[in-house]
């Protein structure tokens, strides 16, 4: 029966080191990687990780500063993809992880709905660290209507705009 996502419920025999052998369900879209319309994933091909990449962003990048995250904009890359920072000025290790989770969920929910392809560098500020994730969300897509990189939202009913109230 299906359960309204698309693919039916399955079990796979796992094995994992030093355990016996059970069943473990598993969708079918799981298993076979497949990208539904409205996924909302941040795989690692879409995040910047080479070094020479993230500097020529910090370098050449349009920054627009805001009051939670200033962002890096770079156009003119092959694919839109994204780093995200929080440097010591933020705060401690618990700090940092939390304002990074913070902006990572905000662009994760929000990737879809931007215009590239263009590189870009997500840096928290100190208040980051103790907003909630509609205040960064609200933030991070005014800063990317600014630098011209935010589409339209393709299905509302999938994530509505994070100020409104859920039906």
């Not at 910047?48 to 009051?67: E, H, K, N, S």
Request: with cysteine; proline share 8%.
């Amino acid at each position: 029966m299906d359960s309204g996502g698309g693919c039916a419920p399955r079990t796979e025999r796992q094995f994992w080191p030093g355990a016996a052998p059970r069943d473990v369900p598993v969708s079918v879209c799981e298993a076979v990687g497949s990208a539904r319309p409205g996924d909302r994933r941040f795989p690692r091909q879409a995040r910047l990780q080479r070094r020479r990449d993230i500097r020529a962003v910090f370098d050449a990048g349009l920054r627009t500063p805001g009051q939670l995250l200033a962002l890096w904009a770079l156009r003119g890359a092959q694919e839109t993809r994204a780093v995200i920072v929080a440097g010591r000025r933020v705060g401690g290790a618990t700090a940092r992880n939390r304002a990074k989770r913070l902006l990572r969920e905000a662009y994760r929910l929000n990737r879809h709905r931007v215009r590239g392809p263009c590189h870009l560098a997500l840096v928290a500020q100190r208040a980051c660290a103790q907003a909630s994730r509609p205040e960064v969300e609200v933030e991070l897509l005014s800063l990317l209507n600014d630098v011209g990189c935010l589409g339209p939202a393709v299905d509302e009913r999938c994530h509505p705009h994070p100020a409104e109230p859920l039906p």
